[in-house]
């Protein structure tokens, strides 16, 4: 059975862009979460999302977005790039809203 | 609201000695609680996880944790440590019930000297 699938694993943008990331969660789950993980903050959750809809939501501002398709993939998008966004960004499935988690290996971000 | 401390942010061991990594919680109700481990540029991988029954859970590679309520704790153990040990490990926590969001500790680094 596949894992958490994220891509692309490295990504280096400059200030001021935007970026999305993606996440292919394992077959079956229904839930993808985002969390962003930094050496100072540790790691902070930034949204879950369930059948399509949104059901958590974290600290950050606005710049930071999601979305959930029907066949449970989910994208995460961060526009106005800024040097602090520069982080593990980790995703993670879980079958119903339940169960715990499994996470992807992460895509590393760095903002110059 | 729900939270979790993990004391110690770096802990050195042994090659052979005994590994304990402490979790303590809060939370307004029932919890279940999680413990990961996420070797360096990878994900976090479930070490083991309590949600109601035993209150002594084991989990994948030797580890167990105790749900001790009146102490609000869910601290790691492995009888003896492996160089494949090293590694980050975090408590988690959420509230049981739908819908809830998963609160991790700061984690602990684990060390193994030979």
């Known amino acids: 059975k596949a894992g958490v699938t994220q891509t692309p694993r490295y990504l280096i943008k400059t200030r001021g862009q935007q970026v999305t990331l993606s996440c292919s969660p394992i077959s079956g789950h229904r839930s993808v979460s985002w969390y962003q993980q930094t050496p100072g903050q540790g790691l902070q959750f930034l949204f879950e999302y369930f059948s399509e809809t949104q059901r958590n939501k974290g600290n950050f501002p606005g710049r930071f977005s999601g979305r959930q398709f029907s066949n449970s993939r989910s994208e995460m998008n961060v526009s106005t790039l800024e040097l602090g966004d520069s982080a593990l960004y980790l995703c993670?499935?879980?079958?119903?809203?339940?169960?715990?988690?499994?996470f992807g290996q992460g895509t590393r971000l760095t903002v110059v | 609201a729900q939270s979790v401390t993990q004391l110690g942010s770096h802990v050195s061991v042994s090659e052979g000695a005994l590994v304990l990594l402490r979790c303590n919680y809060s939370?307004?109700?029932?919890?279940?609680l999680f413990w990961y481990v996420q070797y360096p540029n990878q994900g976090l991988q479930l070490l083991l996880k309590y949600t109601t029954g035993a209150t002594l859970v084991k989990g994948i590679n030797g580890f167990e944790a105790e749900f001790k309520k009146s102490e609000t704790s869910f601290h790691l153990t492995k009888p003896s440590a492996h160089m494949s040990d090293a590694a980050e490990y975090f408590c988690?926590?959420?509230?049981?019930?739908?819908?809830?969001?998963?609160?991790f500790g700061t984690g602990t680094k684990l060390q193994v000297i030979p």
């Open positions: 939370s307004s109700v029932p919890p279940y």
């Open positions: 993670a499935s879980r079958r119903t809203e339940r169960t715990e988690a499994f």
């Open positions: 988690a926590v959420r509230r049981s019930g739908g819908y809830q969001k998963v609160t």
